[in-house]
């Protein structure tokens, strides 16, 4: 059973950054999507960030282009999601995702294609 393992949450004020990690087990990634998604409570579940197998296309949404960088790391099994510049509406709950279609761009973006989902780390960010 594929497993995904995201570390790195926490609270920092606006401007700060924070590194996710989530490394899976039982699967390698290397043939897959991966993904970023985060939810705010009452709100669905928002796709933040994506890469495809082999990296050649990484796909942002609008909020966060410029300040978030998805990246992947097959040897380690593990991907990342770097954020910087980090504002209270970047609050949520994080999860990462595998897409086994290996989908790129908008469609990686889409939580009900994906295969597998971490339990979630919660990001917080205020002053």
């Known amino acids: 059973q594929t497993q995904l393992e995201e570390s790195g949450g926490g609270s920092v004020h606006p401007g700060g950054s924070l590194r996710l990690s989530c490394t899976a087990s039982?699967?390698?990634?290397?043939?897959?999507?991966i993904a970023w998604f985060r939810q705010v409570a009452g709100k669905e579940r928002e796709g933040v960030a994506c890469i495809n197998a082999n990296g050649g296309v990484i796909t942002y949404a609008d909020s966060v282009k410029g300040r978030f960088t998805i990246a992947r790391d097959n040897a380690r099994n593990t991907m990342y999601l770097q954020m910087n510049s980090l504002a209270p509406e970047d609050t949520g709950v994080y999860y990462c995702?595998?897409?086994?279609?290996?989908?790129?761009?908008?469609?990686?973006?889409?939580?009900?294609?994906?295969?597998?989902w971490g339990k979630g780390t919660t990001v917080t960010v205020s002053s």
């Open positions: 995702a595998v897409d086994g279609g290996n989908r790129r761009g908008s469609d990686c973006l889409i939580s009900y294609v994906m295969d597998y």
């Open positions: 039982e699967r390698t990634l290397e043939y897959d999507s």
